[in-house]
């Protein structure tokens, strides 16, 4: 794997913030393996190998927790034993979000997802020194789900008649209750002088194909909260970027695609800052944070 370097550039007048140990996550977005073949530029069964030269590396350079961004699978319930194999090879915490892909397995064992994912529960919150990590459940009201499946179908028809560009099956929605959820995270977070970072499979901002199906609800809701630094997501294998205020909006690029690349990244949070160093194909970035109130 070949790794672009990364030299950080000083901030005038930060010195304290910037010296300040960061969060160091590694992300790994959409493996998607599936012992099948390849299809346009998506290369299912050699995610398994990148997925491992890429979870080897971490190893090697420990940061506080890994983040999967979803979409573990392709398709079929088999395929869980042998991704969630390697997985066992990182050494450390993993942080991880449910994508569209988990669930195209066969309808009786949707409800089986989240336990061979080993996830507690559908969304969660991490604290960490000065921060939190929300994890959100962005494929909560969807047609391949059979929660809500009724409401979804209505939603996703009414964005087709707006015509908007996210109006697609594989997408989702947030539903009530965990919005409500999120707005109690990141009140929780102001009172305690937290800076946030919000994960997802899907997307928010900028507007996308990609995107949830409340995106514009959830960047409403943001935008309220100056301590959320930034949204990471994966979905869109090609990545993405925008920044509306105070909050980044980072999608990854997606490992299945290509024979060889294996596109991951480390992000330092900083206080002042978000440093994302690219390995292979994932660009490096470097993201100034607004200060929270």
């Known amino acids: 794997m070949t790794r672009r370097t990364f030299l950080p550039l000083p901030l005038a007048g930060t010195a304290a913030a910037g010296s300040a140990r960061p969060l160091t996550l590694g992300i790994l977005a959409d493996p998607q393996y599936a012992d099948k073949d390849v299809w346009k530029q998506r290369h299912y069964r050699a995610s398994?190998?990148?997925?491992r030269r890429a979870i080897r590396r971490l190893n090697e350079l420990e940061p506080d927790a890994v983040l999967?961004?979803?979409?573990?699978?392709?398709?079929?319930?088999?395929?869980?034993?042998?991704?969630?194999?390697?997985?066992?090879?990182l050494r450390g915490r993993h942080l991880k979000v449910v994508g569209n892909h988990d669930f195209s397995v066969d309808e009786e064992r949707k409800d089986e997802v989240f336990d061979a994912l080993s996830m507690v529960a559908p969304h969660a919150s991490h604290e960490f020194d000065g921060w939190r990590v929300v994890l959100l459940d962005g494929t909560e009201v969807s047609t391949y789900r059979p929660r809500d499946a009724e409401t979804a179908r209505e939603w996703l028809g009414r964005l087709e008649r707006e015509g908007r560009p996210q109006a697609q099956p594989?997408?989702?929605?947030?539903?009530?209750?965990?919005?409500?959820?999120?707005?109690?995270?990141?009140?929780a977070a102001t009172d305690a002088r937290q800076r946030v970072l919000v994960a997802c499979h899907l997307p928010v901002f900028p507007e996308d194909p990609h995107n949830l199906w409340n995106d514009r609800e959830l960047v409403a809701l943001v935008d309220r909260f100056p301590c959320v630094a930034a949204w990471f997501a994966g979905h869109n294998h090609a990545g993405h970027y925008g920044r509306r205020g105070h909050c980044h909006y980072l999608t990854f690029q997606g490992m299945v695609e290509t024979a060889d690349h294996a596109p991951f990244a480390v992000a330092r949070l900083f206080p002042d800052r978000i440093e994302i160093d690219g390995f292979d194909t994932e660009p490096d970035r470097r993201l100034p944070a607004a200060t929270p109130r």
Do not use: C, H
């Open 48 to 51: 398994l190998d990148k997925l």
């Open 68 to 89: 999967t961004l979803g979409d573990f699978i392709d398709e079929d319930f088999a395929s869980f034993a042998p991704v969630m194999k390697v997985y066992g090879e």
């Open 170 to 187: 594989w997408n989702s929605a947030i539903g009530r209750a965990q919005l409500a959820w999120l707005e109690e995270q990141l009140q």
